[in-house]
């Protein structure tokens, strides 16, 4: 089955930097990759996803970047603010309906 | 577009009562809903997966005459924790795929609290 790694599990940066959160996946038959916000006592969220035919997706201050080789992607978030502040979860799915979840990452942005 | 609901939001109840939670997709048609639970500071376990007018598969471990699982319509997914007791507190979410774009996505609702007595 998929193994899906995530780091760090907390993270706290200041309000204006950058917080990039890592996961790796050992299934090469993943091919979808979510990313997901979730709030204290909320559901998650997505805010960004990648597919294996591509390397890097933007959106606004959020990127995410997909090594295949290497089996990581990665989480980019540019000039954070307060509201940033949340769990994260990346995720891995190879097209059926089995979505495999990293651990989460606690992101504070201190003001 | 794309939202998920979940009612109630939070629920107490006594133990060795049932609660029925509704997930609904309220913009677009689910052919497929989940059923995930989750634990304070921990991630999301799957115990279900619900299809439109078939019988739920459910995750091993995963009780499934303790937690009834209904999908009736293309918007509706019912999860019917029966006889609860306090180790069913938690935190349950549900999503849901849209059937039109059948695109892989899952979009969350917003979970429900159960807390049992």
């Known amino acids: 089955g998929e193994n899906v790694e995530q780091h760090p599990s907390t993270l706290s940066v200041q309000e204006g930097d950058s917080a990039v959160i890592k996961c790796t996946y050992s299934d090469s038959a993943s091919n979808y990759f979510p990313w997901y916000k979730q709030e204290l006592g909320k559901g998650p969220q997505l805010i960004i996803d990648?597919?294996?035919?591509?390397g890097e997706k933007k959106d606004q201050r959020i990127a995410v970047t997909l090594n295949k080789t290497a089996k990581h992607f990665s989480l980019h978030i540019t000039e954070t603010q307060p509201e940033d502040s949340a769990v994260y979860f990346c995720?891995?799915?190879?097209?059926?309906?089995?979505?495999?979840f990293g651990t989460g990452t606690s992101l504070t942005v201190i003001p | 577009g794309a939202v998920v609901s979940q009612h109630p939001s939070w629920v107490i109840c006594k133990s060795g009562t049932s609660v029925k939670i509704e997930c609904r997709s309220l913009d677009f048609q689910a052919t497929t809903m989940f059923w995930y639970r989750q634990f304070p500071k921990q991630s999301l376990m799957l115990m279900a997966t619900?299809?439109?007018?078939?019988?739920?598969?459910?995750e091993q471990g995963v009780e499934k005459d303790k937690f009834l699982i209904n999908h009736a319509s293309l918007t509706l997914s019912t999860l019917t924790v029966t006889s609860a007791h306090p180790e069913d507190s938690s935190f349950y979410i549900c999503s849901a795929r849209d059937r039109i774009t059948s695109t892989d996505t899952q979009y969350f609702g917003p979970g429900t609290r159960l807390t049992v007595l």
């Open positions: 619900s299809n439109e007018g078939s019988k739920a598969t459910y």
């Open positions: 995720a891995a799915n190879k097209g059926g309906n089995q979505f495999y």
């Open positions: 990648i597919r294996s035919n591509v």
